[in-house]
């Protein structure tokens, strides 16, 4: 391949890369659909499979210039949980919701970090970012599993209401821990160091709020499709720069961004249109992803790898039992909403990208590489995990389980 690339130009090399990603990723999850696995896991098996470990089928300095879609992909991720931020939703579960996912959230973080650190042996830096990885959910397959069932009631609108604030958490979880890290590194922690990276999350908030606002108005009932989408990507990648000049993620701004519209405009159209929009960023996200794990160190990473993926689960489980214990929601929440929270894709890996710059190459490595395998085993699981919940919980009955399995839509080849 490197042969075949050498006669090209720049633009072409990158023209055919991406085409290759985009290829790799229909053809691998025409084999994970048959298995019934989640489209991310078969996206993550195709960007290890071309990357440069195995076909080597895209060159490694295209690789390296395709940060870029890690931002614009969070973006679209983070700016489609916002809709779910009603405000008739969130009065209505008052601080329970909150509470219960700073609980869950931070156990799975705490547990994560002293196991890291105290049975590993790992520094506090790696230690301390791990562990605020470990907070993050993935919202995408539990919604996949919500939508596959028609899964309704108070069970589900508070799942949802935690794993779209679950990240919220994660974020700012992170952004103290690496407010630490720098600190660190410099020999000195300080009341400024922490608080810096926090303001400057407030001002993506800010953002955020300001254009949901800004795009309620110039979106009125005459717009066309065309121009609707056009503007929420505008602003969406506007967001997005922003946000890399001040080295943090889009994900809170957009959120935000999110949310502002939906409750401002109570319009669900256009979060349908940009669902249709953002495959193709999705797939090259997570094949990009799969590209950068290093398969070499998943050997190095063995023991550490297995304890993460179970430490962070039943850190989730715990946290949310003892959270709604604590506030009073029902006995079915208590036992199973744990058990919807296992998940972990998007925001995480993301965020391990973030982390990996901070550390030395071969311990950053190593973190990535625990990040990236756990996800793709976190999302074989998760949609089984969500579905067990649903059904234990009562929230769906074994009937309409038989109804939705016996009815099998004419899927496009």
């Known amino acids: 391949m490197e042969l075949f690339y050498s006669r090209m130009n720049e633009p072409t090399t990158v023209l055919c890369s991406l085409s290759i990603i985009l290829f790799a990723g229909f053809l691998i999850t025409r084999i994970t659909k048959k298995l ?4 991310v896991s078969g996206y993550i098996i195709a960007g290890v499979l071309i990357g440069p470990y195995f076909l080597k089928m895209v060159p490694a300095e295209i690789l390296s210039h395709m940060g870029f879609v890690s931002d614009i992909a969070l973006a ?6 916002g809709k779910f931020f009603k405000k008739e939703v ?63 009631g108070d069970f589900v609108n508070v799942l949802l209401q935690i794993v779209a604030l679950d990240d919220v958490v994660c974020l700012l979880a992170f952004s103290v821990v690496i407010a630490i890290v720098n600190a660190g590194m410099n020999g000195q922690v300080s009341a ?26 110039l979106i009125s ?95 989730k489980y715990l946290g949310a039992y003892a959270g709604c214990a604590i506030t009073g929601m029902p006995v079915s929440m208590k036992r199973y909403i744990g058990l919807a929270l296992i998940p972990q894709a998007g925001v995480a890996i993301g965020l391990a990208f973030l982390g990996q710059r901070l550390l030395p190459p071969e311990i950053g490595n190593l973190m990535l590489t625990i990040i990236l395998s756990s996800s793709v085993l976190y999302e074989l699981i998760g949609p089984a995990c969500a579905k067990m919940s649903f059904f234990l919980s009562g929230t769906i009955k074994t009937e309409d389980r038989e109804k939705v399995e016996k009815y099998k839509p004419k899927e496009a080849a």
């Open 36 to 39: 019934r696995l989640p489209n």
């Open 76 to 81: 679209f991720i983070a700016f489609g949980v």
């Open 192 to 217: 400024a160091d922490i608080m810096g990276p926090i303001l400057w999350n407030v001002f993506a908030l800010g953002l955020g709020f300001l254009c949901g606002f800004v795009l309620s108005k």
């Open 221 to 315: 009932p005459g717009r066309s499709k065309d121009n609707r989408l056009i503007l929420v990507v505008a602003m969406l990648l506007g967001i997005s720069g922003v946000c890399s000049y001040l080295d943090l993620s889009p994900l809170l701004s957009c959120m935000v961004f999110g949310a502002v519209y939906r409750n401002v405009t109570g319009d669900k159209n256009l979060f349908k249109q940009v669902d249709q929009f953002t495959p193709p960023v999705m797939s090259m996200f997570f094949i990009i992803s799969g590209m950068s794990l290093d398969v070499t160190a998943i050997r190095t990473a063995g023991v550490v790898g297995v304890a993460y993926f179970f430490i962070r689960i039943i850190g």
């Open 90 to 152: 969130l009065e209505e579960a008052g601080g329970k919701v909150i509470f219960i996912t700073v609980m869950e959230a931070m156990a799975a973080g705490v547990l994560v970090t002293a196991a890291m650190r105290w049975i590993f042996g790992f520094s506090w830096n790696f230690s301390l970012i791990l562990g605020a990885i470990a907070t993050a959910t993935a919202p995408a397959s539990t919604m996949m599993t919500i939508k596959q069932y028609h899964a309704k």
